[in-house]
């Protein structure tokens, strides 16, 4: 989902050749796209993870809620 919402429409700005002013503007602009696409989703799962220990569904046992926040801390 990444790839094609972010990288792919960057090519098409590309162009067969670019300058180093080019290629420094595509990534300037390629750091902002990713960050709501990247940044905030992968910084809210921790959080979320923990408020779900406390409010979880039945069916959700709490040792599977403390291995995701263990490996998502590791990550």
Do not use: C, K, T
Request: no cysteine.
């Amino acid at each position: 989902m990444l790839e094609l919402l972010l990288n792919y429409p960057m090519w098409w700005d590309m162009g067969a050749r670019m300058s180093n002013i080019d290629f420094i503007a595509v990534r300037q602009a390629h750091q902002w796209r990713i960050f709501p696409l990247l940044v905030i989703p992968l910084a809210l799962r921790v959080p979320v993870s923990i408020a779900l220990l406390w409010r979880r569904p039945g069916f959700i046992r709490s040792w599977m809620l403390l291995s995701i926040l263990a490996f998502q801390l590791v990550g």
